[in-house]
């Protein structure tokens, strides 16, 4: 019987999701380009999706080209993306001369994405990686008369060229010890080993890759750059958010056998981006632009991905990975619609400090979750294990492991729970509104992650990874601050050292002014002709 790998219409079809690009790139100068962009945008997005009906089955095999599930997956999200941008781009750039521009090295950047999602050549996943920070680039300096444009593009230009130099230093040592630039048969034999029987080299790869997914997700106190691209048109905020600043996560998610098996690099992860996420969290409240909101918000997501990755969760990773793209993607290209949101808002804040909850309500709301949450996990143990067979994922599979999933859903539902109350006694209206809400909302979370997990994680082929006591209570622990903090900027803001606490989350913590010093005296920026040199104190965009 004939296999998928042996139909010669699907290998055209992969090679077709890279030469679509470059059509649209060849002919970005015609009248017609944005047309033409859209349109193969929409079949780029139809041919992804059908091949991930086929890479359910078995992943599909073409010379240099591989598509598995995972891949698959963050196919048709990239696609479906690069199809909701191109057609924004194209009444965004409607008339601009530099329009073509423009759309050439739009699509340049996600042809390199896709590229390093269908490659298995360690060597050419290098070379996209490398082509999508090139392209990326000119797309920050597209308005290279403005300083901090300038400033984000060179910040990101130097991050970028270490993060590359660091991922060729690990391929290099995977290529040192398995003779073999095939990254699944690389990662598949990684699987196979214990522990114990990693060499030196293997150890010092995951470090890398653990270094290199920390640079391209902007984590403190590197994060300057993502904050100050917002100078740049509002589709390469969308693309960068909602995609490329993903790319770090995707790494940990493609070399996972190899993350899960050096427990060093899983701390790396936890004691940077666990912090990072806490610290950008915070200085998000503090800001009143929405762009500069939504990229605080972004370093801080980013950050939250990469400990469930550390944690070895890496389907709620991917989860977390889909609905930050999409959300992301509408905030930025919906940012126009901001001031009318705040206005109907403004209506709510009306209440004042009636909307804040009480002592009072955020017990009540804890003392209402905590059980929902163990309940619903306790019946969606005992029903999955029930039904499991002894070839599936089990139910204590899918259950047990980590306690940050639940603790993450626990703090959500809290904090949603204990704001309803607030709203509805300031209203006047009925207490058991918001505890409804929070009950419905706890099952279909529950549900969805427990299927998301089982459903999914045979064939997205990522072994899942035994719990780890210390990293539980370390990543619970942030949470626990995350919330203290959060709570006192609310209620007592005008305290002394709250004060204190809002000033410096307000100026960022003061990292970017020192990352931004240190960069330019070692590696200055030329600035264009009649532009100022940037102040140290003004390289963030505040509001």
Request: charged share 10%; glycine share 6%; net charge positive.
């Amino acid at each position: 019987m004939m296999t998928i790998n042996e139909l010669v219409p699907w290998n055209f079809a992969l090679w077709a999701l890279l030469l679509i690009p470059l059509l649209i790139s060849a002919m970005a100068a015609r009248n017609w380009g944005w047309a033409l962009a859209q349109g193969a945008a929409g079949f780029n997005l139809l041919l992804a999706a059908g091949l991930w009906l086929l890479a359910l089955e078995q992943p599909l095999q073409s010379g240099v080209l591989r598509l598995g599930v995972l891949q698959a997956t963050l196919l048709v999200l990239v696609n479906f993306l690069g199809w909701i941008i191109y057609r924004y781009a194209a009444t965004n750039f409607q008339g601009d001369s530099d329009g073509a521009r423009f759309l050439r090295w739009l699509t340049l950047t996600l042809l390199a994405v896709q590229t390093l999602l269908l490659v298995d050549h360690l060597v050419l996943f290098w070379a996209a990686w490398v082509g999508v920070s090139l392209s990326l680039n000119q797309l920050l300096l597209f308005y290279p008369n403005r300083p901090r444009a300038l400033l984000a593009a060179h910040k990101k230009f130097l991050i970028a060229r270490a993060s590359e130099l660091l991922l060729a230093l690990a391929i290099g040592l995977l290529y040192s010890q398995f003779n073999s630039f095939s990254l699944s048969q690389i990662m598949a034999q990684i699987a196979q080993l214990q522990a114990d029987q990693l060499s030196w080299p293997l150890i010092l790869a995951a470090l890398c890759v653990a270094q290199v997914a920390l640079l391209k997700c902007a984590q403190l106190p590197l994060q300057g750059w993502l904050i100050q691209v917002v100078e740049s048109p509002t589709p390469v905020s969308a693309l960068l958010h909602a995609g490329v600043i993903n790319l770090g996560g995707v790494l940990l998610l493609l070399f996972a056998p190899l993350l899960s098996q050096v427990v060093v690099a899983q701390w790396l992860l936890l004691l940077v981006a666990g912090p990072s996420a806490v610290l950008a969290a915070l200085i998000m409240t503090t800001r009143i632009s929405i762009k500069v909101r939504l990229a605080w918000s972004t370093c801080a997501q980013m950050g939250l991905m990469l400990v469930e990755c550390a944690l070895g969760l890496y389907e709620l990773a991917l989860l977390h990975l889909i609905a930050h793209s999409c959300y992301k993607a509408r905030a930025f290209l919906a940012a126009g619609n901001a001031v009318n949101e705040q206005l109907e808002q403004s209506v709510g804040d009306a209440l004042g400090s009636a909307r804040l909850p009480s002592l009072s309500q955020w017990l009540g709301a804890t003392l209402l979750v905590v059980p929902l949450v163990a309940g619903l996990v306790w019946l969606a143990h005992s029903y999955l294990f029930a039904a499991a067979d002894s070839n599936a994922i089990s139910g204590s599979n899918a259950i047990s492991g980590s306690l940050v999933p639940w603790v993450i859903l626990s703090v959500a539902l809290i904090t949603l729970v204990a704001q309803g109350l607030a709203q509805q006694a300031a209203l006047s209206r009925h207490w058991w509104r918001p505890m409804l809400a929070g009950l419905l909302l706890a099952a279909a979370l529950v549900a969805l992650y427990l299927a998301f997990k089982t459903g999914l994680a045979q064939a997205l082929e990522l072994a899942p990874r035994a719990a780890n006591l210390w990293a539980d209570l370390w990543v619970c622990s942030l949470l626990l601050v995350l919330m203290l903090a959060s709570y006192s900027l609310q209620r007592w803001p005008l305290n002394t050292q709250v004060r204190r606490l809002w000033i410096a989350l307000n100026a960022g913590l003061y990292l970017d002014e020192w990352m931004t010093r240190f960069t330019l005296r070692w590696w200055p920026v030329t600035l264009t002709p009649g532009a100022t040199q940037p102040s140290f104190l003004d390289a963030e965009v505040k509001s």
